[in-house]
């Protein structure tokens, strides 16, 4: 357990909290707003107590509609909605408006068929006996539902919880968010291990306690009008409002800075102690896509952001609009080819399959590299935005399998050649120098930046940034930890 740092502990601590934060919090909105939703699709649902098709079927619609979009599409789209109610559109505050979303649309249906299994046998009765709607409602309908209406609640948190994990798409935090930090992009599988063990433990405590709130069976009702108000009364919980992400009603906040995880947070942590030398103060988000860190910062939820290079940045400016600009280099990752196979490109055999990285950052500009070194040819003034589709001459016919940034390292075995970026491929026991079949060379146009509002460029505070992350202290720290594997820029 070598790995289990006291660092590390206090990682697993605080992404334990933030799970709990975000599904506990998520879960009680989604309690308190769908339950009344569930009671307005069954009252006014066909052989409901007050049938009103216009209002059912809308409602209807717009829970299957939010029930059908992917949680990562859904988190990702209502950015602006969430920036509207939580303040911010990063950290775990962020993360509960998404959740709470979700989680409210899947429980007005577990709901509503939870209480469309109460006898209406006991409806008619309490009817009979002149109980109002009002009375129906919060005498027979949910306390007769009441043990599913638990069961769904159940049922929620352990899906919360699965859904949690993608928080870290917006800087959420949370378990999940760090076993894909560590145990996958940083190639440790026993932090993997250990929070799918704390996940599964935090599964079964709620799961074994939603079996001992759910309560038996309640008896027909004989007397509606009598009946004693529900216990479930109780369960109208309060929930917390999290403080935004970025340093609660602080005036003096810290510098909120944006990474990916990976290489480029472990360096920002250095830079973090170097600045704190000069009284600057950071916050650092890791996030795990190349998109919502210039969301985020050109938002102003972000003070600055460290991950990308030129070309990438110019074209996020121009494609979206963003008033950002670049105001230092940090660091080159070049791009390499490695094969366990093969020791040159010209040695992949016709039809071989070569793995390249997803994402807008490399896709293209593996493509632009393996059509440097002869793999094939791409069509005239192709750069890092080049597709597959640019490919005009490949005489071998090599096929090109497009995968996760993480995962061509993991495909070594299985592919004749991989393109990998030097982060991934030093966590993977790659050099770029010694290993690699091809790779970038020093004047690679892909050196990596500090990015902040066009606003903010002439502000003091950036300058003192890019001077604590441009000092000898970053070049060793760099050649230390990562071996060669990556080029200072500065």
Known sequence: MGWLTPTMQDLLLEAFWETLVMVGASAAIAVACGLPLALLLQVTGPGGLRPMPWLQRPLG????????????????????FTRLVAGTSIGTGAAIVPLALAATAFLARLFENALREVDAGVVEAARAMGASRWQIVTKVLVPEALPGLIAAVTVALVSLVGFSAMAGAIGGGGLGDLGIRFGYQRFMPEVMATVVLVLIILVQGLQSLGGLVGPPPVPPLKEARDAPPPTAAARRSRHPRPGPGAGGGQHARPLRIGVTAGPHAQVMEKVREIAARDGLVLRITEFQDYIQPNAALAAGDLDANSYQHQPFL????????????????????????????????????????????????????????????????????????????????????????????????????????????????????LNPVRDSIALENADSPYANLIAVRRQDRDAAWVARLVAAYQTPEIREFAATTFQGAVVPAF
């Open 61 to 80: 619609l717009l829970v299957n509609a939010l029930r059908s979009t992917p949680f990562i599409i859904l988190m990702v789209a209502i950015v602006p």
């Open 314 to 429: 110019d074209q996020q400016v121009r494609d979206r609009n963003l008033p950002l600009v670049a105001v230092g280099k940090t660091l080159i990752f070049p791009l390499g080819v490695y094969s366990r196979r093969h020791r040159a490109l010209a040695d992949l055999p016709a039809g071989g399959r070569i793995a390249i990285p997803n994402d807008p950052t490399n896709g293209g500009r593996a493509l632009v590299l393996l059509a440097a070194h002869g793999a094939f040819e791409l069509r005239a003034g192709s750069d890092f935005r080049a597709t597959v589709a640019d490919i005009t001459v490949n005489p071998r016919r090599l096929r090109i399998l497009e995968l996760d940034a993480a995962q061509p390292p993991r495909a070594l075995d299985e592919v004749e050649a991989a393109t990998i970026n030097s982060n991934y491929a030093f966590q993977a026991g």
